[in-house]
């Protein structure tokens, strides 16, 4: 029941379900460095509030799969000189 919709500095707004997504566009998977902004915390001295990551800090390296971002875009008819891209969640 999930769709994304793509606007705004596009050449036509756009509209896809999770199967179409998978099936219009190349499907890839890659594995990425996922860093928390607080991973250091551990080594602060005096200790912070709050979670106490490990020494290792809080960071992984998953595999991460599905279409690209810039496929869709592409499709949409990104317009040139935009810059910026937000999301929206239906729990907003």
């Not at 999770?18 to 890839?28: C, I, S």
């Amino acid at each position: 029941a999930h769709r994304v919709t793509v606007k705004g500095l596009v050449g036509r707004e756009i509209t896809f379900g999770v199967d179409e997504l998978r099936t219009r566009f190349p499907v890839v998977s890659f594995a990425a460095m996922l860093e928390c902004a607080g991973s250091g915390r551990s080594g602060f001295s005096p200790a912070p509030r709050g979670t106490p990551w490990l020494a290792t800090g809080g960071m992984g390296c998953p595999k991460w799969t599905g279409v690209r971002l810039k496929d869709v875009l592409a499709a949409a008819g990104l317009a040139d000189g935009a810059a910026h891209v937000a999301g929206q969640g239906g729990d907003f």
